[in-house]
């Protein structure tokens, strides 16, 4: 075995040149086509930018899965984290009267949305799946505005690679690139199994987007922000999560 | 005794007498699989430990009845587990970590199994040998294998230099049933891969049942793990090691030759 032929020498050169070959390509590729995740640096770097690139290859368009009516959850878990703050307490007095939604960065005209401006847009209902990366499941109809169809009424640049979205907590913000933000079932969601978004599931307005795990799906949202460079944002990991240790893509 | 030169060039009298075992593929792949399988059983427990509790279907949490719960705190304060005692929360880098280290599995796997269909690997190595592939062929052998192992029986002339048809079966459940079953069970967890390929959860089940089984599958394995080493120990631990880092038997007391 310690004789190493001139042949095998010759095989493992140009395997490890096609190897380190193939990687430069593919490094290009995945830049160029958006399939390197914020969080890319690091130990678990290769593993997420793996699953990133490989998962929105073969999901590009996919919806996510849909539900009958009747497997509606009669027990859903809001894992509540209603928002103690001053200024929640004052605008749910109010009946969210006031509450509003922030729209800026690349856009033709940054807007400020009340929830009955978001509901004379497009609506639209799903029956999806919340998964909580602790393991627990439970399906719900949400009913809501498109996140498309409010990113079209501000007029999105077409630079646009990122929105990113906050909370009104002031620590929790989230973003998703434009293959979840222009999905169909992407919805910011105002209704919850045919009435108002209750507080403890997020109401009165969260991000529902169902192709990736519950804690993407940032409840009680106050602005959005359309950006081409995450790196900005934050400590340039896409979202609060990398911060503290969770990955920002949650599609597995 | 020969008279002409072996095919192998001997360099050293050490060569001439070791035997080969196990193949550079074999080698590397197998303690490839040990890391990964390493890190994916304590990523999964730390996880695990966030909601220890398990059910069928699609849907389950706090609100509806499990299948079973494991006797353990958990990680979050929303889990009621009784304790009074919150576990620390390991399901950030354990999620990283999870992911990653199945990576390099299914990388692992993809090499392996290339390259065991390209030479054959699994035919002359894995599946039974053939006079055990008839069913009472298979049983008589496997009988054989299991009185020796109970100290009863003949010693097997070929003991540490090809399997036999009891390690044959077991590797290639684990190989082609086990490590296949985990990874779709994993996969049928992920919402992105799911929409995408919705069969893949709604074949097993839901959901829930994807992760009750993910879970219950990692006992097989460990079981496995167990076994394993038990009997290598049996055999000679580092004589086994051995062979499964160097590649090669050491050489045989007395019956030199037998292997040709």
Known sequence: MSGISRRKLITTGLAATAGVGGLVVADRMARRYGLIPPDDKGVYGPGETLTYAVQRVLTMHAPARQFPRSMISKEPFANETVPTGKAFKHLQAGGFKDWRLVVDGLVERPTTFSLADLKALPQKSEITEVACEEGWSYVAEWIGTPLHAVLREVGISPKTRYIVYYAIDGVIWESIDMGDALHPQTLLTWGMNDGDLPVGFGGPLRLRVPRQLGYKSVKYVIKLTATDDIKKFGKGLGSIDPEGGYAWYAGI | ?260
């Open chain 2, 1 to 260: 005794m020969l008279c002409y030169s072996p095919a192998v060039p001997a360099t050293s009298t050490e060569r001439k007498t070791e035997t080969p075992r196990h193949s550079a593929v074999v080698r590397a792949t197998h303690w490839l699989t040990l890391i990964a399988f390493a890190a994916l059983l304590i990523s999964g427990l730390g996880i695990t430990i966030s909601h220890p509790r398990f059910y069928l279907g699609e849907v389950g949490n706090v609100n509806t009845k499990p299948l079973f719960t494991l006797p353990i705190p958990a990680s979050r304060d929303t889990v009621k587990t009784g304790y009074h005692y919150e576990m620390p929360d390991f399901n950030g880098w354990g999620r990283y970590l999870h992911f990653e280290a199945a990576w390099l599995l299914v990388l692992t796997a993809l090499v392996y199994g290339a390259w065991g269909l390209w030479t054959g690997h699994f035919r002359k190595n894995l599946l039974p040998e053939r006079g055990e592939r008839s069913w009472r062929g298979y049983w008589k052998a496997l009988g054989l294998v299991m009185k020796r192992y109970l100290g009863r029986g003949p010693a097997d002339s070929g003991e540490g230099r090809r399997y036999n048809v009891a390690q044959r079966t077991a590797y290639l459940l684990v190989i082609f049933v086990v490590f296949p079953l985990m990874i779709w069970t994993g996969l049928a967890m992920s919402p992105a891969f799911t929409g995408a390929f919705p069969e893949s959860v709604i074949l097993l089940g839901g959901r829930q049942t994807a992760r009750t089984l993910h879970f219950l599958l990692t006992w097989a394995l460990v079981l496995f793990l167990v076994v394993h080493v038990t009997m290598v120990a049996l055999a000679g631990f580092w004589s086994r090691l051995r062979s499964m880092i160097t590649g090669r038997n050491p050489a045989p007391e007395s019956d030199a030759g037998e292997d040709a």
